[in-house]
């Protein structure tokens, strides 16, 4: 018979050791629903922006836009001054106009070899060239109007008529908003919980009483060395113009588990590097060792060593051991649990 340090007899309330009971508390070991939950801070981003400049330098003959217009890809902006150029364009095309007649009025004389077959080719490379002088004559035409590269809403306009630019002045704004892109981090150790295609619930201090749903778009394919974080890409529909860039919109991810088993806390022992739990049938303890995955407030998932419906000592687990009998004072549940990873 094995005594208690206090000499009381083994098997009493107190050491529960041997033939009598000890009382303890128990909880049911049931399936719990686990739920992924991150929350971030993150950036809203125009879906396109750009800062409209001139490609060439000259003066602004008309403004067409007006600030906060709606525009379409390709609607006209700005109209620059191009007298200038209209006159090169026109000096370009009769330079062309005369290599090309020389090259027709010498390339039937090509057959009686009454043009050298040298001369003939310089003829049409001064052809190519006046060719490329009115290409590019053009091209500075079409530079002196300015047009909406895609679809969205211009800024305030920074200039006037007759306002001298070049090529480092900003004009106005366009950003098309008619979605966002939320950039946020997450952190290293919930990589695994964010995917390409899930689902994201964004709130901003601006429309407290509004959640903003997404979808996650990419993914960064590295992690800052510095904060071990990647950058995560969302699209947020954004048809009312609600969001706006620059905003910061608080982020919520969520992605389901399934069903975990859950444990309190309180009833896990630890020995060494093994973690054990006490279970109870029949009034019987069995001590087992048990395998845990994440821990939660108040509880712990154990991935290994339970089965859903036995019950483990919440209270009571440093007076039994393997094989003591037990009176059960009550029994808790764990269905007051809401498994979810903290952010």
């Known amino acids: 018979m094995v005594a208690s340090c206090d000499k009381e007899p083994a098997g009493n309330a107190r050491g529960g050791w041997g033939g009598g009971t000890t009382k303890v508390v128990t909880a049911k070991i049931e399936l719990q629903p686990m739920v992924d939950e991150i929350q971030a801070l993150g950036t809203a981003n125009a879906n396109e922006s750009v800062e409209i400049k001139s490609r060439i330098s000259s003066l602004i003959d008309r403004v067409v836009f007006v600030e906060g217009q709606l525009v379409e ?68 035409l079409a530079n002196s109007r300015i047009r909406a590269p895609f679809s969205g809403r211009v800024g305030l306009r920074r200039v006037s008529p007759g306002s001298f630019v070049n090529t480092l002045t900003v004009i106005t704004t366009l950003d098309d908003v008619s979605k966002i892109k939320l950039d946020f981090s997450v952190p290293e150790a919930f990589l695994t919980v964010v995917s390409e295609g899930m689902t994201i ?7 407290p009483d509004r959640v903003f749903e997404g ?3 990419s993914i960064d394919t590295r992690l800052d ?27 919520d991810l969520q992605r389901d588990r399934g069903d975990v088993l859950v444990a309190p806390e309180q009833s896990i022992v630890p020995e060494g590097t093994t973690q054990y739990v006490f279970i109870v049938a029949d ?28 019950f483990v000592v919440t209270e009571g687990t440093g007076k039994v051991r393997q094989g003591s009998q037990v009176e059960i004072l009550n029994q808790t549940a764990t269905t007051n649990a809401t498994p979810a990873a903290e952010g």
């Open 73 to 140: 890809a390709g609607d006209l902006l700005i109209e620059l001054e191009s007298s200038e150029i209209v006159a090169g364009l026109a000096v370009a095309e009769a330079s062309l106009s005369e290599s090309r007649s020389l090259y027709n009025r010498n390339k039937s004389l090509t057959d009686t070899q009454a043009v050298s077959a040298s001369t003939f080719e310089q003829l049409l490379a001064e052809v190519k060239v006046d060719e490329a002088q009115v290409e590019a004559a053009k091209a500075r």
């Open 215 to 217: 979808q996650v778009a």
């Open 283 to 310: 009034g019987v303890v069995e001590k087992r060792a048990v395998v845990l995955g994440r821990r939660i407030p108040g509880y712990v998932v154990i991935a290994e060593g339970v089965t859903a419906g036995e």
């Open 225 to 251: 060395p510095v904060s071990r974080a990647v950058q995560v890409r969302a699209v947020i529909p954004n048809d009312d113009g609600a969001i706006k860039p620059g905003m910061f919109m608080t982020v």
């Open 201 to 207: 619930l964004a709130e901003s201090i601006v429309y």
